[in-house]
């Protein structure tokens, strides 16, 4: 089967010819439907040996949708034909982060050091490929007639902005001033989500024109350039600050722009910093966080806000054998919302 594998760190993924895997024990065979691409890919791939504890080559590919066609003897056959959306945390499913439904903070894939493997693409094969292996049914999620195009970036994007919007919904009301920093793959889901459970005002922030068009048409009330510019006119600040850039341009003017009890949700890993504490003139009650993905359950939630027509997600659409060229547009900033690759039929 054709699969998008990485062989070497620092470099580009290539596109290789596999042996199909077969599913043993409980495993699950996924026949690939979609495929989508995540600037955490990138950051793989551009790592040097060492920093993750990743095989190679490895198979990419975390936000998959597919159909189940083949079950190992001791799996759950009542899955195959099912179509599914897999979640990409293949957690312990026994320590007691995941005994409290939070396994995307499973203890067991912890690292002190190096990046021990996670789920599928980052550590294990993923599914930029025509199948992919699933170690047990308690990492898919039924997605019924739903779109696999849709379905797919469901599986990271839009399960991180979920997760990062839900934890913060005491904050969010129809007197509730939420700002969104970042309007990509995860930042475009937000505003809809953010209206969804009936925020009061939507601010977007981005450098892209075409992002904030995209913004202003989903939901946003108004939409910006930068942090600066959306929040010198609010009389005390935002409530909730969304930011999936995590850049040094957009974490520290993000923290200076919350109201008292505000809180900042780091999302984006591009490097941004930021200095808390009580004397360094943030806002009374302030409250940083960095959420990581999310669990099973907000990705079931997720794919039903997509079933019922909440959810709308703006991909565009590539055949699994242009997945190195699409990665190059990606890095380059010429993707707006998710790119998603299809395989062959």
């Known amino acids: 089967m054709l699969a998008v594998q990485l062989t070497a760190w620092g470099s580009e993924p290539e596109l290789r010819d596999i042996p199909t895997p077969q599913p043993r024990g409980t495993e699950l065979l996924v026949r690939v439907r979609a495929a989508g691409l995540c600037r955490s890919d990138l950051h793989v791939m551009d790592s040097a040996a060492g920093s993750f504890d990743y095989p190679l080559p490895l198979t990419l590919g975390h936000e998959v949708a597919g159909t189940v066609i083949g079950a190992g003897p001791a799996a759950e056959r009542g899955w195959i034909g099912e179509n599914v959306v897999v979640h990409g945390i293949w957690s312990c499913g026994a320590c007691r982060n995941c005994a409290r439904g939070r396994e995307n903070y499973c203890l067991r894939l912890r690292s002190p050091g190096r990046g021990v493997p996670i789920g599928n693409g980052l550590g294990h094969p993923g599914g930029l490929a025509e199948a992919m292996i699933v170690p047990t049914?308690?990492?898919?999620?039924?997605?019924?007639?739903?779109?696999?195009?849709?379905?797919?970036?469901?599986?990271?994007?839009?399960?991180?902005?979920?997760?990062?919007?839900?934890?913060?919904?005491?904050?969010?009301?129809?007197?509730?001033?939420?700002?969104?920093?970042?309007?990509?793959?995860?930042?475009?889901?937000?505003?809809?989500?953010?209206?969804?459970?009936?925020?009061?005002?939507?601010?977007?922030?981005?450098?892209?024109?075409?992002?904030?068009?995209?913004?202003?048409?989903?939901?946003?009330?108004?939409?910006?350039?930068?942090?600066?510019?959306?929040?010198?006119?609010?009389?005390?600040?935002?409530?909730?600050?969304?930011?999936?850039?995590?850049?040094?341009?957009?974490?520290?003017?993000?923290?200076?722009?919350?109201?008292?009890?505000?809180?900042?949700?780091?999302?984006?890993?591009?490097?941004?910093?930021?200095?808390?504490?009580?004397?360094?003139?943030?806002?009374?009650?302030?409250?940083?966080?960095?959420?990581?993905?999310?669990?099973?359950?907000?990705?079931?939630?997720?794919?039903?806000?997509?079933?019922?027509?909440?959810?709308?997600?703006?991909?565009?659409?590539?055949?699994?054998?242009?997945?190195?060229?699409?990665?190059?547009?990606?890095?380059a900033g010429g993707i707006t919302g998710r790119a998603v690759l299809v395989p062959p039929a």
């Not at 068009?213 to 009389?235: K, N």
């Not at 930021?274 to 302030?286: H, M, T």
Request: hydrophobic share 50%; aromatic share 6%.
């Open 137 to 331: 049914a308690r990492f898919l999620v039924r997605t019924g007639s739903v779109d696999p195009v849709v379905c797919a970036p469901l599986a990271d994007a839009g399960l991180t902005a979920y997760h990062a919007v839900r934890e913060h919904r005491d904050l969010i009301d129809a007197g509730s001033v939420c700002l969104v920093v970042g309007v990509g793959g995860l930042g475009h889901l937000a505003i809809q989500l953010l209206r969804e459970f009936g925020a009061g005002r939507i601010i977007a922030v981005d450098n892209r024109p075409e992002a904030l068009a995209m913004a202003r048409r989903i939901g946003a009330d108004a939409a910006f350039s930068e942090v600066r510019a959306a929040t010198a006119d609010l009389d005390a600040g935002a409530d909730l600050i969304l930011d999936f850039a995590g850049a040094p341009g957009t974490v520290g003017p993000a923290g200076a722009a919350l109201a008292p009890g505000g809180r900042l949700v780091v999302v984006g890993s591009a490097g941004g910093r930021l200095e808390v504490g009580k004397d360094v003139g943030l806002a009374a009650g302030w409250g940083v966080t960095a959420p990581f993905w999310g669990p099973r359950s907000d990705l079931a939630a997720v794919v039903e806000l997509a079933r019922r027509g909440v959810l709308h997600v703006e991909t565009e659409t590539y055949p699994l054998t242009e997945a190195v060229e699409v990665y190059r547009r990606l890095r």
